[in-house]
């Protein structure tokens, strides 16, 4: 499965942002669907993740309260709503797969480009 994530743009800090990652849940596996960053000079991490089929969340500490991952079966789009965007927000943005809870990049597949996101402040 091919994802493909898009809605990056610029932003003011403090501003909002809704990315959306399209082709995910084309699958009888029960996957879980990751939101990546990778800012200039750093590691790939993972953002939040979600759980297909049972919707279960998970969010790194630097996001929590901020971003909101959600999921739309009809349409097979994962998408992560950013509220009060931060400059050290600023990244590439990806989605990818995995077919178990993994919170390592590693583990995860079907990458897509990414998506750039600008805070500026």
């Known amino acids: 499965v091919q994802l493909q994530a898009s809605g990056g743009g610029l932003v003011q800090a403090g501003g909002s942002l809704r990315l959306s990652c399209a082709g995910a849940?084309?699958?009888?596996?029960?996957?879980?669907m990751g939101w990546f960053r990778q800012a200039p000079g750093k590691e790939r991490s993972l953002v939040a993740r979600?759980?297909?089929?049972?919707?279960?969340?998970y969010y790194a500490d630097s996001v929590k309260g901020r971003f909101t991952i959600s999921r739309d079966g009809v349409k097979n789009t994962v998408y992560l709503q950013m509220n009060s965007l931060k400059p050290e927000d600023t990244a590439v943005y990806y989605c990818?797969?995995?077919?178990?809870?993994?919170?390592?990049?590693?583990?995860?597949?079907?990458w897509g480009q990414g998506t750039l996101v600008t805070v500026s402040s």
């Open positions: 849940g084309r699958t009888t596996a029960d996957v879980f």
């Open positions: 990818a797969a995995s077919t178990w809870g993994s919170l390592k990049v590693v583990d995860y597949h079907s």
């Open positions: 979600i759980r297909w089929r049972e919707g279960t969340k």
